[in-house]
């Protein structure tokens, strides 16, 4: 995500990346996803993980089951459940920050830079 404009910190900001997670199951199955830790970093800078928002796509590929948007944090949350059985299912993401994050203290103000964290999708045979 690039903050550049005032414009850029006032509006919800997405990014849609095609066949984010591709998985083969010889039964139903859940995804979970959960952050490393409760920040992104850089150097000693910090912004809260909660900040992102991670949903399936509008397009979301092959794979089925119920998909709920998801509040990155420390902690699994179901991505996607019951999703059916298959080969090579892929499911499209859309890492979202809304502009009521982006306009707030827990951005607006940090110095610039690359913030990471590690992010890890679970799928789960049911």
Do not use: E, H, R
């Amino acid at each position: 995500f690039n903050y550049a404009t005032a414009a850029d910190y006032n509006s919800d900001q997405t990014i849609t990346k095609a066949n984010s997670l591709k998985v083969t199951s010889t039964k139903n199955f859940n995804v979970k996803v959960k952050a490393g830790g409760a920040n992104f970093l850089n150097g000693t800078n910090t912004i809260p993980v909660n900040v992102l928002t991670i949903k399936a796509a509008a397009a979301a590929g092959t794979m089925g089951g119920t998909k709920n948007a998801v509040i990155l944090s420390a902690t699994d949350q179901t991505l996607v459940s019951n999703a059916p059985l298959g080969s090579a299912l892929t499911l499209n993401l859309d890492y979202m920050i809304p502009a009521s994050k982006s306009s707030s203290a827990d951005i607006l103000g940090k110095p610039a830079g690359t913030y990471t964290q590690t992010v890890t999708y679970t799928a789960t045979a049911l």
